[in-house]
């Protein structure tokens, strides 16, 4: 069974890139890598201020003081990732501000113990993103102003994808070899199309587009000399054996370094999951699970994610700008008058206090059990 991947790697004709420079990490590289963590907890972060990522890193909204304040919150708890959301417009935009803006965050991030996972593509919500001033959140509605990043324009046109690459190359050569990094996650959920949002408004041929990239991404942020690990996260499908995976998810665990996936499911469910992707014989990491209405909770997923040293990163840290406390049924009908009776997401008021005091301290006492003693 240890040997499940290679004929995955048969079946895909865009394997055979793998120079010397773009090789995957090997089995022992990824196990020894994961050796030197400690059991990896934290949230997917966006500060309070930003309805996006473009809104979080354009020079006229970032707000490292207020990242600070946020990131102190999550030291309080013993949290030490966080997965955060780059854009290629920002690379377009200014390079070399954006890096900046960057290296600013992860000294924050360094100061409060904690190594982000940056995300350079994603293929959720909006398919129009813009750059400069970004609009107001939609009232009552979940992530009413995330955007996709490459958008649907880029996406369609092969002609802008060497800006593509130049933005991928870049950023990640910047900080290939930077250690406040844990490393990269190339693309967020790549064949979402966004059913119940925007849907209407993605390209007819977007998985297939997708999946075309996918490998060069991978590629770019290896030939960019990446030392640290390279994952896309499977997030639907059953990944129990490799027949039965698509081909989507075939790419994704093929290429990635270790392997990440999203569970928005109760802990029995989360389990499976975990169980699954052993036969894969990598470190695995959960970057998006922890939603209270669906039955994905702090108390219910992470002592199963201790129990088979598996990265936990919940999706949303403070109730802000981007809504995710509500409900993902608020696109059909808006929370405009009341809070939901139980947040969907999110750890922490705007103001700095819990949404739930005894979810924080058993967030907190978790993470100190397993933290090694001096």
């Not at 473009?54 to 102190?72: N, S, V, Y």
């Not at 708890?77 to 960057?102: E, S």
């Not at 999203?262 to 959960?286: A, N, T």
């Not at 808006?334 to 008021?349: K, L, Q, S």
Request: with cysteine; charged share 20%.
């Amino acid at each position: 069974m240890k040997r499940l991947l290679t004929g995955i790697g048969f079946l895909l004709g865009f394997a055979v890139c793998s120079q010397a420079q773009t090789a995957r990490w090997k089995e022992k590289i990824a196990d020894d890598w994961y050796a030197q963590q400690p059991w990896l907890v934290g949230s997917n972060y966006i500060p309070s201020t930003a309805i996006n990522e473009l809104e979080m890193w354009q020079a006229d909204t970032f707000d490292p003081k207020r990242i600070d304040t946020e990131l102190g919150w999550a030291e309080t708890l013993g949290l030490n990732t966080m997965r955060v959301f780059l854009h290629d417009l920002l690379w377009k935009q200014d390079p070399a501000g954006f890096k900046k803006r960057i290296d600013i965050f992860l000294s924050i991030a360094q100061k409060h113990k904690i190594k982000p996972l940056f995300v350079l593509f994603d293929s959720c919500w909006d398919p129009d993103p813009q750059l400069g001033k970004q609009h107001a959140p939609t009232p009552g509605v979940h992530n009413s102003g995330w955007v996709q990043s490459p958008g649907a324009a880029a996406l369609k046109d092969p002609a802008q994808y060497p800006q593509l690459e130049a933005y991928v190359k870049g950023v990640v050569g910047a900080f290939a070899n930077d250690k406040r990094i844990l490393g990269w996650d190339v693309w967020n959920e790549p064949d979402n199309v966004n059913e119940g949002s925007y849907a209407s408004e993605e390209p007819p041929n977007k998985v297939e587009l997708v999946m075309a990239l996918l490998p060069r991404v991978f590629e770019w942020a290896r030939a960019a000399g990446a030392s640290q690990p390279l994952t896309s996260g499977v997030w639907r499908g059953d990944w129990s054996s490799p027949e039965k995976l698509g081909p989507m998810e075939k790419i994704q665990l093929t290429f990635s370094d270790v392997v990440s996936f999203h569970s928005y499911d109760g802990p029995d469910v989360f389990e499976k999951r975990v169980l699954s992707l052993q036969q894969y014989y990598r470190p695995i990491l959960c970057t998006e699970y922890m939603a209270r209405g669906n039955g994905s909770t702090f108390q219910g997923t992470l002592p199963v994610a201790k129990k088979y040293h598996v990265a936990a990163i919940n999706w949303g840290f403070v109730a802000g700008k981007t809504q995710t406390y509500l409900p993902w049924d608020s696109w059909k009908h808006p929370y405009t008058d009341r809070e939901p009776t139980v947040w969907f997401h999110e750890i922490f008021r705007t103001n700095g206090k819990p949404y739930s005091q005894e979810e924080a301290d058993f967030i907190r006492a978790i993470i100190k059990s397993t933290a090694p003693s001096n």
